[in-house]
C-alpha cells in the first residue's frame, strides 16, 4: 500500500460529461502529481500542485483542471469528456524528505467515456 | 529540459534467465534521482528501485539491481533469476528537484 488513496477506482459515463477525481496524498507529502495513461500508452503528466499551489503544468488539456484543497488532498476535473479521454488517471505524491526523494503513485481511477 | 528514452520497447526473457533493460537520459544537471518503476497486468504502478546521483555505488535490492554510468547517462536495469511475476512494463523515471520525467516504457515478458 503506497499510501495515496485515489477515489472512485473505476468511472463510466458518456460524452460530453463532467467527473470529478479525488486523490489524498500520503500524509505529510505536500505535493501531488496528476498523470494521464491511455491504453498500452506512457505516463502523460498533466499536472502538479505543491502545498495548494500549482507547481509545474504537463499537456493537461483546457477542459481539464485541478486543485488542491488546505487539507492536501486534490481533485482533477474533466468536463466535455470525449471519448478519447478514456484511460486510467494516476495520482502521485512525494516528499522532499531526505531519502523520501520518490513517487508514491495511487491505484488509479479508470476512466471510460461511452 | 530533461528527456528519459528507453530505446527497447519490448523484450522477452526466460524464466530464470537475466535480463538487461535500457535507459538513457539528458540533463545538465549533477544532482538527482532515478527510479525504475514496474507495472504489471494490474496496472499498478510499483517503485522497483532507486539511484541517487551522487552515490557511484549502484542500487541493488533482491534480483533487481541497476549499472549506473553517470558520465554516459545510462541507467540499466537488470533483473536476475527471472520470474513470471517480473512480466510487467517497466518505465524508467528521473528526478530533479521536484519534477520526474517518465521514458516510455519497456514491455518484458518472461517465458515459461
Known amino acids: 500500500d503506497s499510501g495515496v488513496t485515489q477515489t472512485p477506482k473505476h468511472l463510466i459515463t458518456a460524452t460530453g460529461q463532467r467527473v470529478t477525481l479525488r486523490c489524498s496524498p500520503r500524509s505529510g507529502d505536500l505535493s501531488v502529481y496528476w498523470y494521464q495513461q491511455s491504453l498500452d500508452q506512457g505516463l502523460q503528466f498533466l499536472i502538479q500542485y505543491y502545498n495548494g499551489e500549482e507547481r509545474a503544468k504537463g499537456n493537461i488539456l483546457e477542459r481539464f483542471s485541478a486543485q488542491q484543497f488546505p487539507d492536501l488532498h486534490s481533485e482533477l476535473n474533466l468536463s466535455s469528456l470525449e471519448l478519447g479521454d478514456s484511460a486510467l488517471y494516476f495520482c502521485?505524491?512525494?516528499?522532499?524528505?531526505?531519502?523520501?526523494?520518490?513517487?508514491?503513485f495511487g491505484s488509479g481511477t479508470q476512466l471510460s467515456v461511452l | 529540459a530533461q528527456t528519459v528514452t528507453q530505446s527497447q520497447p519490448e523484450m522477452s526473457v526466460q524464466e530464470a534467465e537475466t535480463v538487461t533493460l535500457s535507459c538513457t537520459y539528458d540533463t545538465s544537471e549533477n544532482n538527482y534521482y532515478l527510479f525504475w518503476y514496474k507495472q504489471p497486468p494490474s496496472r499498478q504502478m510499483i517503485l522497483v528501485i532507486r539511484?541517487?546521483?551522487?552515490?557511484?555505488q549502484n542500487a541493488t535490492e533482491n534480483r533487481f539491481s541497476v549499472n549506473f554510468q553517470k558520465a554516459a547517462k545510462s541507467f540499466s536495469l537488470k533483473i536476475s533469476d527471472s520470474q513470471l511475476g517480473d512480466t510487467a512494463m517497466y518505465f524508467c523515471?528521473?528526478?530533479?528537484?521536484?519534477?520526474?520525467?517518465f521514458g516510455t516504457g519497456t514491455s518484458l515478458t518472461v517465458i515459461p
Open positions: 502521485a505524491s512525494s516528499s522532499r524528505s531526505r531519502g523520501e526523494e520518490k513517487l508514491f
Open positions: 539511484q541517487e546521483a551522487y552515490k557511484q
Open positions: 523515471a528521473f528526478m530533479r528537484g521536484d519534477q520526474f520525467y
